[in-house]
């Protein structure tokens, strides 16, 4: 017997990490949460490394 977990990329990883965080402190539904952490993360990406 032999068991397979699917593949989940880092990037899924952290939409879903800061999605998770957005509807625990707001009243967003699960896919404004995951379109919100998108822009969220893509902007956290624009950050130069020296000013994070």
Known sequence: MSTT???VSLHDQRMR???EAM???SDL???A???L???A???LDH???KVR
């Open 5 to 7: 977990t699917a593949y």
């Open 17 to 19: 990490l800061m999605a």
């Open 23 to 25: 509807r625990a402190h």
């Open 29 to 31: 539904t699960e896919e």
């Open 33 to 35: 949460a995951l379109a």
């Open 37 to 39: 952490a998108g822009h």
């Open 41 to 43: 993360l893509d902007a």
């Open 47 to 49: 950050i130069p490394e």
